[in-house]
T-cell receptor, first 113, second 110 residues
Framework: NAGVTQTPKFQVLKTGQSMTLQCAQDMNHNSMYWYRQDPGMGLRLIYYSASEGTTDKGEVPNGYNVSRLNKREFSLRLESAAPSQTSVYFC????????????FGPGTRLTVL | GESVGLHLPTLSVQEGDNSIINCAYSNSASDYFIWYKQESGKGPQFIIDIRSNMDKRQGQRVTVLLNKTVKHLSLQIAATQPGDSAVYFCAENTDYKLSFGAGTTVTVRA
């Protein structure tokens, strides 16, 4: 099992450009999450999907959109990138909600110039 | 607002000694807590969790203690090894979502 995979691993964007971060899990988990991690800080929840077909805002959703494509895949889209979105983005999945271990991907390091 | 936080941002420990990492939380309604380890350049990895109806839980070389009276959580690592060098995060379940603290960087001295 690959666990949680993310693509790309690194990305540099110019201000105003758009891009989609991809995430997939092969553990048949119901819940999936997108976090961002800024230097010296903990993870902050951007959006989550408690189950296939549902998505909800987290702590810092502004400037982002998500799509739960199917049970395996959960994508994060930046429509018009800003320097404040420079961060490391982590996708995670769990069997059922926040009451249990979340498995994290390796992260995408995004720089917006 | 309510938040999860760690008492100290850094901890230096001698190899072979025990480590204690502390975490304070403010949401008295939180019913689940979890510790993660993050090595440089990697995603967080689960260490151990505890539900609010417990005071203590042990794993392999790790123990989590929960004191609900003072809203305090700690992670104890026995016989700390070089591979334990990492950033450690506590997180609490709030409204069906995990809220993470800022993390403690543990450095193991040889």
């Amino acid at each position: 099992n690959a666990g949680v995979t993310q693509t790309p691993k690194f990305q540099v964007l110019k201000t105003g450009q758009s891009m989609t971060l991809q995430c997939a899990q092969d553990m048949n988990h119901n819940s999936m999450y997108w976090y961002r991690q800024d230097p010296g800080m903990g993870l902050r929840l951007i959006y989550y999907s408690a189950s296939e077909g549902t998505t909800d805002k987290g702590e810092v959703p502004n400037g982002y959109n998500v799509s739960r494509l199917n049970k395996r895949e959960f994508s994060l889209r930046l429509e018009s990138a800003a320097p404040s979105q420079t961060s490391v983005y982590f996708c995670a999945s769990s069997e059922q909600g926040a009451m249990g271990e979340q498995f994290f991907g390796p992260g995408t390091r995004l720089t917006v110039l | 607002g309510e938040s999860v936080g760690l008492h100290l941002p850094t901890l230096s420990v001698q190899e072979g000694d025990n480590s204690i990492i502390n975490c304070a939380y403010s949401n008295s309604a939180s019913d689940y807590f979890i510790w993660y380890k993050q090595e440089s350049g990697k995603g967080p990895q689960f260490i151990i969790d505890i539900r609010s109806n417990m005071d203590k839980r042990q794993g392999q070389r790790v123990t989590v203690l929960l004191n609900k009276t003072v809203k305090h959580l700690s992670l104890q690592i026995a016989a700390t090894q070089p591979g334990d060098s990492a950033v450690y995060f506590c997180a609490e379940n709030t409204d069906y979502k995990l809220s993470f603290g800022a993390g403690t960087t543990v450095t193991v001295r040889a």
